[in-house]
């Protein structure tokens, strides 16, 4: 197995065998990979072996995450078609058996970590299993919102429709947007308040912002959308529909002086890009309660869980290291 430096145009290859995949994650999102902190997009390294894709980073000296205490290389769960993860995994162990490299691997689904050999692979303890859980929704619920339990949601559509009628267009976003959209973004970030940690994860965002917008102009696969009141930009949305057909919500942000913004903007964007999708996958809410009540509000139906997966005995053998 041979790992070189990840590059954009690793893209095409890992979205054909995407393709052949039942993921549900957005772990193999290129702007999930190189727009967040976490990893160090710097020593992201790739290997495509068998038909399977292998990532491999280091965590970014910036994460505050208890897997950048350092466990040196730190693996994604291989990419493989479905029904061959488990052997991908055994491709990845001999590897690590062979280079002297330790197995860690992060978030890999609940239900593939299930699949492996508990004689040999055991699933690494964490507490904060929920924090990090990505929200999966039916398309057709969030188009169409039917129900009792979309009454409130139908409501606040109805009355920003009603309110700025003639007067708001959502629509798709342009070069000429990046500046509306940036003050937009700003003055959102004005409004709230953070500790230390989370204003962290927000600067990173606002990087993750502009790189989103620029692989919408890019990649066919990957969405940006404005929503604009008398010519002003008030909300935007951005997302792609990966090749495993599971459309992923990236960002999606709005001035709340706008009663309605966020469901109008939830389920145009949902109806315009996503009404063919297996799932809409609207990633974790980090443990924040507002943004948890928010998604479930929505009615989720699943959860993509994520797990720490190591070899048998390996937290033994550390705590000996350590008593050495």
Same mark, same amino acid.
Request: contains cysteine; aromatic residues 20%; charged residues 25%.
């Given at each position: 197995m041979h790992f070189e430096k990840i590059k954009e145009s690793d893209k095409a290859r890992i979205d054909e065998v995407l393709a052949k995949s039942d993921s549900t994650g957005s772990e193999y999102s290129m702007l999930y990979l190189?727009?967040?902190?976490?990893? $160090?997009?710097?020593?992201?390294?790739?290997?495509?072996?068998?038909?399977?894709?292998f990532i491999r980073f280091r965590p970014h000296l910036q994460a505050e995450d208890e897997?950048? $205490?350092?466990?040196g290389w730190i693996f994604l769960p291989p990419l493989a078609p479905k029904g061959e993860f488990a052997k991908a995994v055994e491709l990845l162990r001999e590897y690590c058996e062979q280079s002297g490299e330790e197995f860690y691997m992060s978030s890999c689904r609940k239900e593939d970590a299930e699949l492996l050999d508990k004689n040999v692979y055991e699933i690494a303890d964490k507490t904060d299993y929920r924090n990090y859980a990505e929200y999966l929704y039916n398309p057709q619920d969030l188009i169409e919102l039917k129900g009792k339990k979309y009454h409130s949601k139908r409501n606040f559509i109805s009355r920003f429709t009603n309110t700025y009628q003639g007067k708001y267009v959502f629509r798709t976003y342009t070069e000429n947007d990046l500046e509306g959209v940036c003050a937009l973004f700003s003055e959102w970030i004005k409004s709230k308040s953070f500790d230390d940690y989370h204003d962290s994860m927000e600067r990173q965002e606002k990087r993750v912002v502009k790189l989103a917008l620029e692989y919408s102009l890019e990649y066919d696969d990957f969405f940006a959308d404005v929503m604009e009141v008398d010519g002003r930009i008030v909300g935007f949305e951005t997302g792609e529909l990966t090749a495993s057909n599971v459309g992923i919500v990236h960002l999606e942000k709005g001035n709340i002086e706008y009663d309605g913004i966020y469901p109008s903007l939830c389920q145009m964007f949902a109806a315009k890009h996503f009404s063919g999708a297996r799932y809409i996958n609207r990633q974790e809410d980090m443990g924040l309660e507002g943004l948890r009540k928010s998604k479930e509000?929505?009615?989720?139906?699943?959860?993509?869980?994520?797990?720490?997966?190591?070899?048998v005995g390996a937290n033994e053998r550390e705590r000996q290291e350590q008593n050495k």
């Open positions: 190189s727009g967040w902190d976490f990893f $160090d997009f710097d020593s992201m390294t790739i290997a495509f072996e068998q038909g399977y894709v897997e950048s $205490d350092s466990h509000s929505y009615h989720p139906c699943g959860f993509v869980e994520k797990r720490i997966v190591r070899l």
